[in-house]
Structure formats: structure tokens, C-alpha cells
């Protein structure tokens, strides 16, 4: 684990909030060199991102956070870091289950997903303009 990421039961939690019943995921947290490393490997794209998800059938999956990148937007946002660690869990989850945001329709069903999700575990919608402001009054 990165110092200063969640603690892993906390990953757990939110993995759990939108992973499917009986699926297996590993979630991990890397640095920003092993995050460039397989954002270049997998998606030709040579920088470091926040999360990618790994799908190999409809129940696994691994899901890689990317700690230095999550701090910075959260940071940048004015987001609580336990928020953008939520929505970036949620989120790559959800790829996990097939959703995607290639297109207009397909990323609004998305992101009607991870609000709700994101709803029952206590934050904030992530996509409003006042999503950091509602995250501080908590």
C-alpha cells in the first residue's frame, strides 16, 4: 500500500458498494512510474492515470489506482482524498461490469451509476459543481 492512501478495509468497502455479487477483484494502489508503465503497455497513452481496470470475464478483474495522480486532482478539485478514492473505486468497478463513456448516452448511464452508488456510501455527487463543498460539510 502507498503511505497515505486509504486504508485497505476502506478500498474494500467502496469496491464492494458496486462490484457484482461473487465477482473477484483486486484492487491496488501504485505509484505514478508503474501507473505510466501500464497506461503506455495497455493503452499506448505515456503518462500516469488515476485508475485503470484490467476485465478478464464477467466476475474478475483487477482495478489499479494511481496514488500521486489521485492526491493531485483530488487537491486540484477540492476534493476530500476518501471522496475521489470512492468515485475512482466506483468507477472502475463499473468498468469492470462492461460500462464504459466512449459515448454521450453510454457515459451518462455511468454516471447515473456511480452517483447512486456513491449516494449510499455517504458522498456527494462527484459530476456537481458543489460536489466539494458538500463533501466538507460532512
Known sequence: MVPAAPPA?????YALAAAQPGSTVTLRVVGSAESKRLNAGFR???????????????????????????????????????????HLVVHGIL?????????????????????????????????SDNAAENEALK
Open 9 to 13: 478495509a476502506l478500498l474494500r468497502r
Open 44 to 86: 499506448g497513452k505515456k503518462r500516469a492515470t488515476n485508475v485503470l481496470s484490467f476485465r478478464y470475464d464477467r466476475r474478475q478483474g483487477d482495478v489499479v489506482l494511481c496514488h500521486p495522480v489521485i492526491r493531485k486532482e483530488a487537491k486540484a478539485q477540492r476534493k476530500p482524498l476518501a471522496a475521489h478514492y470512492a
Open 95 to 127: 468498468h469492470l461490469r462492461g460500462h464504459d463513456h466512449l459515448r454521450q448516452r453510454d457515459a451518462a448511464r455511468m454516471e447515473r451509476a456511480e452517483i447512486r452508488i456513491l449516494r449510499r456510501l455517504g458522498f456527494a455527487d462527484p459530476y
